[in-house]
């Protein structure tokens, strides 16, 4: 029955999404269950394409598409560096120099990918009144969201853990700042919206909720991948959005 539920699930989001945009996350949601339900029942996530096809919802993936999936798959495997744009071509179907045609480098490859996946917080008028209805409980469910899209796909924050750690080229740091920065901005744009209504307060700027806010979710990811599981850290997120909203109510209340 649940596969069923979750199959269902993917064919409505297929009429809403591009394909290669589904992840585990967005099924889940759809379906009403937890990702790694989704995850047991559909495996990989590169079973998701295969899937569509087969019940006829998603055509075939164009060129560039098939590129970052290929991309995606290599570098979270054989880590960026190991992996060759030769590779990528072979597993694309395409040719090397139809790479090259779409991005400049293996680092815009890289960067596109990573841009494509970037976190975004979303403040849509659903989130924006559920935080000021019950704002303890749409803050865990914020966390939970956020975290949730990147514990399923660890393999993309290595990979862009792996990226800060070794480039050093001036253009590529610029273009993560940008990505860091457009992160940055959507997130504070709901801070600037809870604190207009009164439920945060407006003690500091939207911008340093932002960047707080962030680095407690990056924290709590790099802990999910080095320490004892992604889990762990799920079992905790009442404490955690009981933490943060302490913090963040108009008068500190007991």
């Known amino acids: 029955m649940k596969r069923e539920t979750i199959l269902s699930a993917l064919r409505r989001l297929a009429h809403k999404l591009p394909h290669d945009k589904i992840g585990y996350s967005d099924i889940a949601a759809e379906a009403g269950v937890s990702w790694q339900t989704v995850r047991r029942h559909i495996g990989d996530k590169e079973n998701i394409g295969p899937l569509l096809r087969e019940m006829g919802d998603a055509p075939e993936a164009d060129t560039g598409t098939r590129i970052l999936l290929a991309a995606a798959e290599l570098f979270g495997r054989k880590g960026y560096h190991h992996a060759t ?8 179907g395409v040719s090397k120099s139809a790479i090259y ?52 796909d660890p393999d ?22 940008q990505l860091i920065a457009s992160s940055h901005g959507h997130t504070a744009t709901l801070f600037t919206q809870l604190a207009e209504q009164g439920v945060i307060s407006r003690r500091h700027p939207p911008e340093v909720y932002a960047i707080w806010f962030e680095a407690l979710l990056d924290g709590l990811l790099l802990a999910a991948l080095v320490g004892p599981g992604a889990e762990h850290i799920e079992a905790r997120f009442d404490a955690f959005a009981d933490i943060l909203w302490r913090g963040l109510t108009p008068a500190l209340q007991e």
């Open 156 to 177: 993309l924050i290595r990979l862009l853990m792996e990226f800060v750690g070794l480039s050093r080229d001036e253009d590529v740091q610029l273009r993560l700042r």
């Open 101 to 152: 045609w779409r991005f400049s480098s293996k680092n815009e490859l890289l960067l596109e990918l990573l841009s494509s996946q970037n976190r975004h917080l979303q403040a849509d008028a659903a989130r924006l009144a559920e935080l000021a209805r019950e704002p303890r409980q749409g803050l865990r469910k914020l966390m939970a969201e956020t975290l949730d899209k990147e514990f399923a």
């Open 85 to 92: 744009l030769d590779e990528v071509a072979a597993a694309a």
